[in-house]
């Protein structure tokens, strides 16, 4: 069966997109991963870290038709996220794209529900694949060369007119749909992010130090955090948001977001005293729970400890003797640090 019209396609895809929420739309050809080679050379340096997965997925992340056989084209769409921080009453931070629902869900159903209002409205058998996030595709290069924006020195993906507060999802399609122009760069000599990096994981534009990430060391790393880098997480529990909080492109939508009546996410001490059930009614359909309730604690611990939180310390005492050794790590040293700091 033959398939539709590329440019009816394009304007169903278009339409649908925008019916679901989506605020921006492009189109790339389906070929191999722009920026590869630099990719190739991140994981060459190990600046990976522990993120061994990136290493067994490369060859997927080649090309799309990896991903679907025929693929000629990748639809990139972005939905914005609230720009307002994202922090306890006692300061502990949180990502900001981490408040509500997870996004991986939540963008997965409006990209499935767009592909099958698309195919009710086309004529034709096509196929397509959605991808959000845990898909090895080159997800910000391939937005850039949708047109959706350009990848910034901080290594998110920055709209002119919606700054880097983005959340991504893809269509990956046999549809040969006209390709839009590569988002054109415009950070300029501007170099903030690099600046404000509070553990100079940012080496270089867009070259990032995994090992000395934050985000890295309280999201995806699992078990115990060497004591080195428990002193670069500062207040963070979940994520950073440094690199966008002071990106030019952002100012204009700072602190958009919710209302004021939200309730703040949970504290050091409460996600400390944190269990199963009160963790499946709080984060069991957050993206929060990427971390894990034990990796958030542990997270939590190192934050306590650094703030001297006496607050925290019995509930930091009895998790030392937990059997799970990345907590127990975490706030044994988090105790010690009390000792050493006596009132």
């Known amino acids: 069966m033959r398939l539709p019209d590329r440019l009816l396609a394009l304007r169903v895809l278009r339409e649908e997109a925008e019916r679901e929420g989506f605020t921006r739309f492009g189109v790339a050809p389906a070929g191999d991963a722009p920026d590869r080679d630099r990719f190739e050379r991140w994981l060459g340096e190990g600046l990976h870290a522990g993120m061994r997965y990136l290493e067994e997925t490369r060859e997927v992340r080649r090309s799309p038709r990896a991903l679907l056989s025929g693929a000629r084209s990748v639809v990139a769409l972005a939905a914005p996220h609230s720009s307002a921080p994202h922090d306890a009453a006692d300061g502990a931070r949180y990502a900001r794209y981490a408040r509500g629902a997870d996004y991986h869900g939540t963008l997965r159903a409006r990209a499935l529900r767009l592909v099958a209002n698309a195919r009710e409205r086309l004529p034709g058998s096509w196929a397509a694949r959605v991808c959000v996030d845990s898909t090895p595709l080159a997800e910000r290069a391939f937005a850039a060369a949708a047109g959706i924006g350009w990848v910034g020195k901080n290594g998110c993906v920055i709209d002119a007119v919606q700054g880097s507060w983005l959340l991504l999802a893809f269509v990956i399609t046999d549809l040969d749909l006209p390709p839009d122009a590569p988002g054109a760069e415009q950070c300029g000599a501007c170099v903030r992010c690099l600046e404000a990096c509070p553990t100079g ?104 400890g650094l703030a001297v939180d006496r607050a925290c310390l019995p509930a930091l005492s009895a998790a030392a003797r937990l059997a799970e050794p990345g907590l127990a790590d975490a706030a044994r040293w988090a105790v010690g640090r009390f000792e050493r700091r006596p009132l």
Not at 263 to 284: D, N, T
Not at 288 to 300: H, I, K, M, S
């Open 201 to 304: 994981a940012l080496r270089e534009p867009r070259v990032l130090d995994a090992s000395r990430c934050i985000a890295y060391w309280t999201i995806e790393h699992r078990g115990a955090i060497p004591d080195g880098a428990k002193a670069l997480l500062g207040a963070h529990v979940f994520g950073c948001d440094v690199c966008q909080e002071v990106c030019p492109w952002n100012a204009p939508l700072a602190g958009a977001g919710p209302p004021a009546a939200e309730a703040p996410p949970p504290s050091r001490h409460e996600l400390l005293a944190m269990g199963k059930g009160a963790w499946r009614r709080r984060f069991g359909t957050s993206a929060v729970n990427r971390a894990t309730r034990r990796g958030l604690q542990r997270n939590a611990a190192v934050a306590a």
